[in-house]
């Protein structure tokens, strides 16, 4: 689901991690998008899937994603290294 809508956005995505309680996701996309933008598409594209595939999400809450979520860049850290902290979240 992910992997389509950021192919479709002309993103990468090249790490991705799904917990329940929060995921983390490394991609690669046009720097010249802001990543507020790019965070508010992905919540809300999962958001209609969840809700449609799921309905108990529909009534339960008023949103599904919380507001907040943090953002880095690779220029701040090795590719290498958020790969292997992704990776290493995986069956946490």
């Known amino acids: 689901m992910l992997y389509t809508k950021t192919k479709e956005l002309e993103m990468v995505i090249y790490s991705l991690d799904i917990n329940p309680d929060y995921v983390h996701i490394f991609i690669e996309f046009d720097p010249r998008q802001g990543i507020a933008e790019i965070v508010n598409r ?16 529909r009534s339960r809450l008023p949103t599904l994603w919380s507001r907040s979520y943090y953002a880095g860049t690779v220029g701040q850290v090795l590719g290498v290294t958020i790969r292997m902290y992704i990776d290493s979240q995986k069956g946490k």
């Open 42 to 57: 992905l919540k809300g594209f999962t958001s209609r899937i969840l809700r449609r595939e799921f309905s108990s999400l």
